[in-house]
């Protein structure tokens, strides 16, 4: 099931202003209006919210609508323990590799050689603000 069928069979419109989804978002930890972005498709959550979303909404909204580019892992029981994103995807590239479920976190990916930005300076351009 995806985010909108789910705000409708519950009981909202499944648009922005659905109280369904913005109970979803305050279990979730994100906002409704970001539920709404991944419910049309023009967001992907990160694994890590996507694992939130699915938890909160009950495991009715299943990870793999969110997220078909990640390899969720599961036990016995169907539940998603971990998961493990495909590099050279779209939604994947530059994530983190790997995951638990059970210590959900999130790690921002960094470029390997980047520089840091150099501070700005004052003045007027072309000047340098001296003391």
Avoid at 33 to 47: D, E, Q, T
Avoid at 89 to 94: L, Q, S, Y
Wanted: aromatic share 4%.
């Amino acid at each position: 099931m995806n985010i909108r069928t789910y705000a409708i069979e519950t009981g909202g419109t499944g648009m922005r202003d659905c109280p369904v989804l913005a109970d979803l978002a305050t279990k979730a930890g994100c906002s409704a209006h970001v539920l709404y972005l991944i419910g049309l498709g023009h967001k992907a959550p990160s694994p890590e919210l996507a694992f939130r979303i699915h938890e909160s909404s009950g495991r009715k909204i299943a990870c793999d609508t969110m997220r078909a580019d990640v390899d969720w892992q599961r036990d016995a029981d169907g539940r998603v323990t971990g998961y493990q994103v495909r590099l050279g995807t779209p939604a994947g590239k530059g994530k983190k590799v790997g995951g638990d479920a059970s210590s959900v976190h999130s790690a921002q990916a960094t470029r390997p050689g980047a520089t840091p930005k150099s501070p700005r300076v004052k003045g007027r351009q072309g000047e340098v603000a001296h003391g």
